[in-house]
């Protein structure tokens, strides 16, 4: 390649490190600041009340650490939160398998699959707060989205989540 494009600073400094390339550029993701949905048809489908969840999203693979924050969220007493998780495996795995169970054993958490549009802008528009606990990002939309709508944030503490001016 002539160029190589990244998404964040951290990236760009592993790859010139492993790979000795000065080439490399970085173009941050962006989104589009969002439209506050104030109906709750998603919420009540799902058995949720305005700003009393917690609610992540995204791919449920072993790097996003998502059975660490269902185990967390296990150690609280008596919460009156549920914990949200919006998404999916891209493709079948023992590990999303496992997390699938781990969550229906868990009382209080929800899975919700895959949403997109104002399915996903309403849950967004409507969370107490958003969580990330990943191990690894590129530059993670979700964050993104969830600090474009104003909602309070814990991520993990990495690198990449690190760029973004929390």
């Known amino acids: 390649a002539d160029k190589v494009i990244v998404v964040s600073e951290y990236i760009k400094k592993y790859l010139e490190n492993k790979y000795g390339r000065k080439d490399i550029v970085v173009i941050h993701n962006g989104i589009e600041i969002p439209q506050i949905i104030s109906n709750t048809y998603t919420l009540e489908k799902f058995g949720l009340q305005p700003k009393k969840y917690?609610?992540?999203?995204?791919?449920?693979v072993p790097e996003k650490g998502l059975h660490n924050l269902i185990f967390a969220y296990r150690k609280i007493k008596n919460s009156e939160f549920k914990l949200v998780i919006a998404g999916d495996a891209d493709h079948e795995t023992n590990y999303s398998r496992n997390l699938k169970k781990l969550a229906k054993e868990t009382q209080g958490v929800v899975l919700t699959g895959i949403l997109t549009g104002g399915l996903l802008d309403e849950l967004y528009s409507n969370a107490g707060l958003f969580v990330l606990p990943s191990y690894?990002?590129?530059l993670p939309i979700a964050l993104l989205e969830a600090l474009s709508y104003g909602l309070p944030v814990l991520v993990s503490d990495i690198p990449q989540h690190q760029e973004i001016p929390l």
């Open 136 to 138: 690894y990002e590129g």
């Open 54 to 60: 917690v609610f992540t999203a995204c791919r449920f």
